[in-house]
């Protein structure tokens, strides 16, 4: 299998770095073939703007929609953009790694995400507006994990933790953007107490890093629902049949 | 009242400088005095690198904790950055204007954050680790307010939507960026289906926007829980006399 992985530290010594490293020995092991996009080393272009669309389609007002869908479906993406899109198409799985910076992605990955995440490709497949996204879209068969390096311990990122439950902080990530496309995601992988992590505690979350790389294609993914599956049966809200009462990010997840 | 406007869009007839330029003048007519940080016109620099550091601490390994705190506490940031800190606590009132991509903010802003919000000021405050957060901080007694432009329905956003509740989808930035820096967050202000809005909606929700601004001063904050008012006693993790059994983000809210 084909994995890409995607991540965000300047510090070649990082605890990102780090995963990054051992993603790639681990899984090269068990036969996969890795694609990097490293992208302080690639010094990626955070920012989506005009530049981003050599043949615009209107100059009167720039809007993103219209610029992405005309740019992808013409071919007239900027260089850096069309190699990010090529090596997820060929890619199996998705992993992106990354320190928790405010409780997101740092801001050279969400504009990676802003980027390559194109009109008639991530969102608008197909051209067909909203019909396929959510369990469903041009990224279905794939699978996505996040890694996450955190200052914080475990407890503040809980279920009833100050910071919030880190898997519902993830969510614009783990659904509004991995299975928005139709990928399959995967509980997030979390260090903890990163700050200055010691010998024997890096030991450890290396193994645990390990075992969640050789299950990368045998794990049970968060359980999403699907917006076609029967459970948003009007304007894709959920239905009454459903959890009726109950709101908060986690009705969106089976069982 | 000092009102510092931060937007997101490179785009002068959008919706999104819309929004700033009716809040300038609203404000102003109510006597308050504006300032601006338009990112894209400024060409903000969105990534958080080695570059920010013009005094490193430590050459060794590139810790942004450790050299935020070394150059705020000794004056050696970047003059962009010092910039903003100063509107900022010049400010008494900070909004946030953007359109969604990706359920969250444009990476622009998301740098703006990561490299505004340093060591020793947003977090880290009087070099007391955790201690003053959550409504307590450097920008107590100020008040905070998000505008979102969202291209999709409001249904996909109510508490059972699709997409999520748009609240919880903002908490990252509301609860774990605002108001962990001792802001008063306002409930998020939106306007949804954007995307190609005609006159007579443009016309309603610029009259729900004027009124969002008269009452900036007024209206009731968010009632996140502070993290030093007993809700809390133990490893920041949410007392068992409050809401047992429950989880989710909204139990960090009061009532």
Not at 111 to 130: E, S, T
Not at 210 to 231: A, T, V
Request: proline share 4%; no cysteine; hydrophobic share 35%.
């Amino acid at each position: 299998m084909k994995i890409l992985l995607v991540y965000a530290q300047p510090e070649s010594k990082s605890l990102t770095h780090h995963l990054a490293r051992e993603a790639e020995i681990y899984l090269q092991k068990q036969g996969h073939t890795i694609i990097h996009s490293d992208l302080y080393s690639m010094e990626w272009k955070a920012v989506m703007d005009e530049t981003d669309y050599m043949d615009r389609q209107f100059h009167e007002r720039l809007s993103f929609i219209q610029e992405s869908s005309h740019a992808y479906s013409t071919n007239t993406q900027t260089a850096d953009v069309e190699r990010e899109q090529k090596k997820l198409k060929e890619a199996d799985a998705l992993i992106l790694i990354f320190p928790l910076w405010w409780y997101g992605m740092p801001a050279i990955m969400k504009g990676w995400i802003d980027r390559v995440w194109a009109y008639g490709l991530a969102y608008g497949y197909k051209n067909a507006g909203n019909s396929y996204r959510y369990g469903d879209g041009a990224f279905l068969g794939k699978r996505a994990l996040l890694a996450v390096n955190i200052g914080g311990p475990e407890s503040e990122y809980s279920p009833r933790g100050i910071n919030g439950n880190l898997e519902d902080l993830m969510f614009p990530i783990t659904h509004g953007t991995l299975f928005y496309t139709g990928m399959e995601v995967l509980p997030t992988f979390a260090i903890y107490n990163s700050v200055g992590i010691d010998k024997p505690d890096l030991e450890i979350a290396t193994s645990r890093w390990q075992l969640r790389l050789e299950n990368l294609f045998k794990e049970q993914p968060i359980l999403f629902r699907k917006q076609n599956g029967g459970d948003y049966p009007d304007r894709h809200v959920l239905s009454d049949d459903i959890l009726l009462g109950k709101s908060g990010l986690s009705v969106h997840i089976k069982g």
